[in-house]
C-alpha cells in the first residue's frame, strides 16, 4: 500500500450501503447480467421471473390455481396471483427489507422457488415504478416505490368485494440501468410454458392467452422434441420427483432439467446424478457393459426434483449445487439412483417393446462409435496438435466452462466464424480479448447433409471448429455462451450461413435450441455528410461522427437521407472486409446487433436439412430467389 493511500485509508473511508444502494451498484451479483432483452438470460427476465416464482410458490403450497401476466408496451409488467396475498402488515418490509421474507421458514415453504429474501426486493430497486398490492380477506394494501424508495402507501384498507386473494406486482425496469430493453414475447413464452408443464393443473394467462398442462414433462418433451421419437417416451413419477426420457436418431444428448420448478440450464447436481444412474440402471436390466456415452447418444430427457433448502452455484439459480434432498437426506444422487433404479427397470420389464427398440439404438450406437474409432482418434490427435497454435483461432481470455470466474463475464463470451482473413482480421484487432474469439473459415466449408459423423471427423475444418467449441461430447463443455455467424450479405454468404446451420443441425442441434447460435447484423449502408468528410480527410479513422449514420435496411437507409439532404454521401458494404476495424468497433461492442438462430417445434430437423441442403428443387430455388434480394449499387440515392 502507497503512502497516499494509507493517508487516505481511515475511519471516513468506510461507507454502508442501505439496500437499494448495494443492489443497484452491484446488480449482476443479484441477477446476472444486464442486456437489453435480446437475449433469453437477460437481467429483465430474471426480474419477471422472481416475481413469478412467488406465484409458483404458492400455487405449489395449494394455493391459487391462476397467474396473470401482461407485459405493456414490451417495457412494463403486471402479475397478478391468487394465493393467499403477502400479509399486509409485512408488506412494506417484504419489499424493501433484505433477508425478510416466509421462505426462510421450511414449514411454510418447504421446498420454494423465489431467492429468499432477495428476488422481490431486487425488482423494487432495479425499477423506476414498482407497486406491490396484496389482498387478504377482503382487506388490501398498495405500496408503490421508485427505484426503491416508497413514496406512496394505502395503508390497509377494505377491499372491494370481487377482489380475490393474492398478490399483485407492477413494475418498470429501470432504463438508466437496462440499456435500450425491450420484453421479447419468444423469450417470455418458453419460461411461461416451463412453469405450466412443471406444475400441472397450473393456468398462466399470458397476454391474455391462456397456458396449462395436463401431462406434466410429456407436454415438455413433445413440445421441444424436433425428431420422433424411436419409442414411446417412458414417463415415470414419484414423489418429488418426476423424470421423462426416450431416444430419436439425432447425434449427441438432449436434457431439461429443474429443481422446484426453476429450470437449471447449466444442471448442477441432479441432472449428473440422472446421467450415472440411468446408465448404470440400463446395464443392469440389459445384463451388458455398455458404454455409458453409447446409452445416452439420441437420448431426449427431462428431471425435474424437489429439494428442501436448494444450493445453487449463482444468484440465478441456473445450477444445483445442494448434495442432499434435505437437511436429513438422502443425497441427490442416492435418491435420483434408487428412483431410477426401481421405476425404469420395472417399466422396461414391463415393455418388452420399447425395451427391444432401446436396445437396438444403443447397439447402433456402439456399432457407429466403434466403425469410428480410428478417425476420432486420428482427428483428436490432429485437432490437439493444431490447437497449441492454431492459425484459424483467436482465442479469448475467458471461457463459458471456466470453473471460477465472474458468471457475468463467462455468460458474455462469444466466438465469430468469419469467412476469410480480412474479415476476421478487422473484428480481431478490435474485438474485446477478454470475450471475444474469431474463427476463420477457409471459403465454404463442406455440405455436410446426409453425411455421417465421420466424414465430419475427416473434415479437418470441421474438426477444428468442433474442437474449438469444446462440443465433441456435448455442449456441456460449451466455451462460448454465444457463437456467432458473421458472413457478408450476399448469395456467397447466405450460403455459408447455411453450410453452417446445416453442420450444427445435423450434430449439434442442442446447441441451436438452447439458444447459443446466432447470426451477426452488419450494416448495408453507411450514410454520412459530404462536409464531414471533406473536414475529416486529413484524419480518416473511419469513427463515427455525429453526422455519420449505418444503415441495416433500406429504411434505416431512407431516413438517413432525409436528415441530411443533398450533403448525404451513401457508401454500400459489399462485404465484411470492406468495414475498417474502427467502424467493426461498432458493430461488435455493447450495441451489437444479433439475430438468434431458433427451431421451433413445427420444424422438422430433416425436413428443414432437405429442403436447404438436399437436391437444388424448384422449390428451394424460388425460396432463395424470393428471400435473398440483392441491389444494384445503381439504384441506390
Known amino acids: 500500500m502507497s503512502d497516499e493511500q494509507q493517508i487516505n485509508y481511515s475511519a471516513d473511508s468506510i461507507r454502508t450501503l442501505d439496500w437499494k444502494e448495494h443492489l443497484r451498484l452491484r446488480p449482476g451479483m443479484y441477477i446476472g447480467k444486464l442486456g437489453d432483452g435480446t437475449s ?8 419477471l421471473k422472481e416475481v413469478l416464482d412467488n406465484g409458483i ?90 427505484r426503491g424508495n416508497q413514496i406512496e402507501d394505502t395503508g390497509i384498507i377494505d377491499a372491494p368485494e370481487e377482489e380475490k386473494n393474492g398478490t399483485m406486482v407492477s413494475f418498470t425496469p429501470d432504463a438508466e440501468i437496462f440499456k435500450d430493453y425491450r420484453y421479447r414475447e419468444e423469450h417470455i413464452l418458453p419460461l411461461i410454458k416451463n412453469y405450466t408443464f412443471l406444475n400441472t393443473g397450473l393456468v398462466i394467462m399470458f397476454n391474455g392467452r391462456r397456458y396449462r398442462s395436463s401431462n406434466g414433462l410429456a407436454d415438455l418433451i413433445k413440445e421441444n422434441m424436433t425428431l420422433d421419437p424411436l419409442y414411446q417416451p417412458i414417463h415415470l413419477k414419484g414423489d418429488d420427483i418426476e423424470i421423462i426420457l426416450t431416444h430419436t436418431d439425432q447425434y449427441g444428448e438432449e436434457y431439461y432439467s429443474f429443481v422446484n420448478g426453476q429450470n437449471t440450464t447449466h444442471g448442477g447436481t441432479h441432472l449428473t446424478a440422472y446421467k450415472e444412474a440411468v446408465g448404470r440402471t440400463i ?69 418388452k417393446d420399447t425395451a427391444d427398440e432401446m436396445l437396438k439404438k444403443i447397439q447402433q450406437s456402439e456399432r457407429d462409435r466403434k466403425a469410428m474409432a480410428g478417425v476420432t482418434k486420428a482427428a483428436r490427435e490432429r485437432a490437439k496438435k ?74 479437418e475444418e470441421f474438426n477444428l471448429l468442433q474442437a474449438a467449441l469444446n462440443i465433441e461430447d456435448g455442449i456441456d463443455g460449451l466455451r462460448y455462451n454465444r457463437v456467432i455467424i458473421a458472413t457478408d450479405a450476399d448469395v456467397d454468404g447466405m450460403h455459408i450461413r447455411l453450410l453452417l446451420l446445416t453442420f450444427f443441425l445435423q450434430f449439434f442441434p442442442d446447441l441451436i435450441k438452447k439458444g447459443h447460435v446466432y447470426v451477426l447484423q452488419t ?83 430433416n425436413t428443414l436439412l432437405e429442403f436447404y441442403m438436399g437436391k437444388n428443387t424448384p422449390d428451394r430455388q424460388q425460396f432463395i430467389i424470393n428471400n435473398l434480394v440483392i441491389e444494384d449499387d445503381s439504384q441506390i440515392s
Open 40 to 47: 433469453s438470460d437477460d437481467g429483465i427476465y430474471v426480474l
Open 57 to 146: 410458490d404458492e400455487f405449489m403450497m395449494g394455493f391459487g390455481k391462476q397467474i396473470t401476466v401482461n407485459i405493456i408496451d414490451d417495457l412494463s409488467v403486471d402479475v397478478r396471483d391468487e394465493g393467499r396475498g403477502i400479509p399486509l402488515e409485512k408488506l412494506a418490509d417484504v419489499a424493501s427489507k433484505m433477508n425478510t421474507g416466509a421462505k426462510y421458514d421450511s414449514k411454510v415453504f418447504k421446498k420454494s422457488v423465489g431467492l429468499n429474501g432477495v428476488g422481490i426486493k431486487a425488482v423494487n430497486a432495479l425499477s423506476t415504478s414498482f407497486i406491490i398490492t396484496s389482498v387478504r380477506d377482503g382487506k388490501m394494501r398498495r405500496i408503490k416505490f421508485e
Open 283 to 351: 446395464k443392469e436390466f440389459y445384463g451388458k457393459a455398455f458404454d455409458n456415452a453409447d446409452i445416452r447418444n439420441g437420448m431426449v430427457a427431462a428431471i425435474s426434483i424437489k429439494v428442501e433448502e436448494p444450493v445453487f452455484e449463482s444468484q440465478t439459480k441456473t445450477k444445483l449445487g445442494s448434495k442432499d434432498i434435505g437437511p436429513e437426506g438422502p443425497t441427490v444422487a442416492k435418491f435420483i439412483s434408487d428412483f431410477l433404479k426401481k421405476e425404469l427397470d420395472n417399466y422396461l420389464h414391463r415393455e
Open 386 to 459: 493444431v490447437n497449441l497454435h492454431n492459425p484459424k483461432l483467436r482465442d479469448c481470455q475467458i471461457h463459458l466452462n471456466d470453473i471460477k470466474g465472474d458468471e457475468e463475464l463467462k455468460e458474455s463470451t462469444c466466438i465469430f466464424i468469419t469467412e476469410g482473413d480480412s474479415a476476421s482480421g478487422s473484428i480481431t484487432k478490435i474485438r474485446d480479448v477478454q470475450t471475444q474469439a474469431v474463427f476463420s473459415l477457409r471459403g465454404k466449408p463442406l455440405n455436410s447433409y446426409g453425411l455421417t459423423q465421420k466424414v465430419v471427423y475427416e473434415n
Open 523 to 605: 450494416p448495408l449502408f453507411r450514410v454520412r455528410s459530404k462536409k464531414a468528410v471533406k473536414r475529416g480527410a486529413k484524419k480518416d479513422d473511419g469513427k463515427k461522427s455525429e453526422e455519420t449514420y449505418y444503415c441495416y435496411t433500406d429504411q434505416e437507409r431512407i431516413n438517413a437521407i432525409e436528415k441530411l439532404k443533398a450533403d448525404a454521401e451513401i457508401t454500400r458494404f459489399k462485404g465484411l472486409g470492406e468495414i475498417s476495424p474502427e467502424e467493426f468497433r461498432e458493430f461488435i461492442g455493447p450495441n451489437m446487433r444479433l439475430d438468434r438462430v431458433n427451431l421451433r417445434k413445427e420444424d422438422s430437423v
